[in-house]
């Protein structure tokens, strides 16, 4: 995609055409930052402001919204462990979101393993599952709705929603799922790092959103500040692919040309 030109080149493979719909896994994570973002756009959030000035939970009080989505609150990511015990919730069909964040944030059965907020990149993992709690505590409403209200309608997106497959299906791409998303259990507990479904069209509008002061269309998604803010570096020199990047929130960040 192109900020001027728009989508300048797509390409599909076998039963992966235009129309299908994918579970698209971590790439989620920018849509779910957004989220927050948006919301502090309209004056219901403080990102930086810690999570217990809104929830009223214990015993995480430096933690801030700004430091889930950017893999930096100091809570247990994916490594060493995706399925880490005391996190176990956030891959439930059965839960809800608020719970489940509440669950998170307070269980004394990470002590040993949470490190101070800011202090070490740790990707992924249940702070996201805290995030998408504190949207819903923050704004009165259900993540799909938030989802519709700040994604869907401006965007005019034709398949975008979230569901929570990975303890359903073993942690793999489920075959049964088929680009049909009505397969999927219903649940109050979506994954917010990695449980998003959508055609790549509909994706291509949401990263055009991003190079267009997040526009889509004459409709403001996001706002400037709030796109200088996730793709800002939070967190720099973490290695991947023989190289050093940084992490904003949703984004990774390559400051190499």
Same mark, same amino acid.
């Given at each position: 995609v192109d900020a001027d030109d728009g989508v300048v080149h797509e390409d599909?493979?076998?039963?992966?055409?235009?129309?299908?719909?994918?579970?698209?896994?971590?790439s989620s994570k920018m849509i779910s930052a957004g989220v927050l973002l948006a919301l502090q756009d309209n004056e219901l959030i403080d990102i930086d402001a810690p999570v217990a000035?809104?929830?009223?939970?214990?015993?995480?009080?430096?933690?801030?919204?700004?430091?889930?989505?950017?893999s930096a609150s100091g809570l247990v990511g994916n490594?060493?462990?995706?399925?880490?015990?005391?996190?176990?919730?956030?891959?439930?069909t059965d839960s809800e979101l608020e719970e489940c964040g509440?669950?998170?944030?307070?269980?004394?059965?990470?002590d040993a393993d949470v490190i101070a907020p800011d202090s070490g990149f740790r990707y992924g993992g249940g702070q996201w599952q805290v995030a998408g709690a504190v949207a819903e505590i923050v704004s009165g409403k259900s993540w799909a709705e938030l989802i519709d209200e700040i994604y869907v309608e401006p965007c005019e997106l034709e398949? %975008?929603?979230?569901? +929570?497959?990975?303890?359903?299906? &073993?942690?793999?791409y489920p075959a049964e799922f088929n680009s049909d998303p009505s397969v999927l259990t219903d649940t109050k507990n979506p994954h917010i790092g990695s449980g998003a479904y959508a055609t790549t069209g509909d994706y291509a509008k949401l990263l055009l959103m991003h190079?267009?002061?997040?526009?889509?269309?004459?409709?403001?998604?996001?706002?400037?500040?709030?796109?200088?803010?996730?793709?800002?570096?939070?967190?720099?020199?973490?290695? %991947?692919?023989?190289? +050093?990047?940084?992490?904003?929130? &949703?984004?990774?960040?390559?400051?190499?040309?």
């Open positions: 599909y493979w076998g039963e992966f055409s235009a129309e299908r719909v994918s579970l698209i896994a971590s000035d809104v929830t009223g939970w214990e015993g995480n009080p430096e933690i801030t919204s700004a430091q889930l989505v950017s490594d060493p462990d995706p399925a880490y015990p005391p996190y176990l919730c956030q891959f439930s509440a669950t998170i944030f307070q269980t004394p059965g990470d398949t %975008l929603g979230f569901t +929570n497959h990975w303890a359903e299906y &073993g942690g793999d190079l267009r002061g997040g526009m889509c269309g004459d409709a403001a998604v996001l706002s400037q500040e709030a796109l200088n803010t996730m793709h800002t570096a939070r967190i720099t020199g973490i290695p %991947l692919d023989g190289k +050093n990047v940084g992490y904003g929130m &949703g984004w990774w960040i390559d400051s190499e040309p």
